[in-house]
């Protein structure tokens, strides 16, 4: 039986000014699977959720969206596309002077929708599956900084997308809040179906949620496969990663000695 692809990106090429961020990215997302993908720090795994939902248009290769070429469709038809995926920002940002309610109900409202009954259902509705009904009347403010996530979790899922793409959902939470993450993620994607694509350098979570994994070194996939397969990789770059440890470049940068032997400056 074939997987069916949700997303996928093609040699996917992006450059700001002189760094090439995206070095040739090929990746196939398939339907109702989480999808983690790996990277240190500024390694581009932001800048390669933004080329899914258009916002970021690439240099040269494709991103297609089901069977629609998306990268280069102009910004009205792209409308249409992003109603259909998710986005979980990395500073999560709910309106400070909306309530809770409002805030869920404000992408219906803007997509048209105008039975109030409905509205308050659907808000309802998610609200529950992020497991906060209670503080529905609150105000971004009053809450911390876990449920203020879920609350834009409950916010990115109201429009029933098919996609919800996450940017480092878990980090600057502690490790039980990060769990809360977890199970919401894997709850989503199995109660909704939904099509999951979380990027992290947070590698507890990655193993505890994935179906796939991707690392990306670089600006390219180093490696991709099954938790598995992770744990028991030959690849020395990819090993060192998940082992959390340093390379050599990076480790005579932070000692201040450069390869050539001078001293330099942290
Ligand atoms: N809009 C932009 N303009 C210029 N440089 C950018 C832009 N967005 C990202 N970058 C650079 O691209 C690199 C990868 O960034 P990013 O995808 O945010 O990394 P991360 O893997 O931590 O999410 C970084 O060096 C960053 O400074
Ligand atoms: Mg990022």
């Known amino acids: 039986m074939s997987v069916q692809i949700d997303m996928r990106v093609v040699n996917l ?4 000014a002189r760094r090439e961020v995206l070095r040739g990215v090929n990746l196939d997302f398939a339907s109702g699977k989480i999808t983690v993908v790996l990277g240190a720090s500024g390694c581009g795994k932001s800048v390669l959720l933004k080329h899914l939902v258009g916002l970021l248009r690439p240099d040269r290769g494709e991103v297609w969206f089901g069977s629609t070429r998306i990268d280069k469709l102009p910004e009205r038809e792209l409308g249409i596309v992003r109603r259909q995926i998710g986005f979980l920002f990395q500073q ?6 909306m309530n809770v309610r409002e805030n869920i109900a404000f992408p219906l409202r803007e997509h ?8 308050q259902e ?31 979790l409950a916010r990115a899922v109201v429009l029933e997308p098919r996609v919800v793409l996450y940017d480092e959902p878990t980090t600057g939470l502690d490790p039980i809040r990060s769990e809360v993450i977890n199970q919401l993620i894997l709850k989503l994607s199995q109660t909704l179906g ?5 990027v992290t350098h947070d590698l507890v979570s990655a193993y505890r949620i ?20 992770f ?13 959390g440890e ?21």
Request: charged letters at 30%.
């Open 246 to 266: 340093l390379g050599v470049d990076e480790l005579a940068r932070i000692r201040g000695k450069r390869e050539d032997g001078a001293q330099g400056q942290i």
């Open 231 to 243: 744990q028991s990789t030959t690849d020395p770059l990819a090993g060192q990663f998940l082992r």
């Open 122 to 152: 659907k808000v309802k509705r998610v609200l529950d599956l992020v497991a906060l009904d209670e503080v529905i009347d609150q105000m971004p403010a009053e809450l911390s900084g876990g449920q203020r996530k879920r609350v834009a």
């Open 194 to 198: 939904i099509t999951s694509i979380v």
């Open 13 to 16: 090429r992006k450059r700001f």
């Open 210 to 229: 994935a179906d796939h994994l991707v690392l990306l070194h670089e600006g390219k996939v180093i490696l991709q496969g099954s938790a598995e397969e």
């Open 112 to 119: 048209g929708m105008i039975d109030e009954k409905l509205i």
């Open 92 to 97: 999560s940002a709910l309106f400070d002077s």
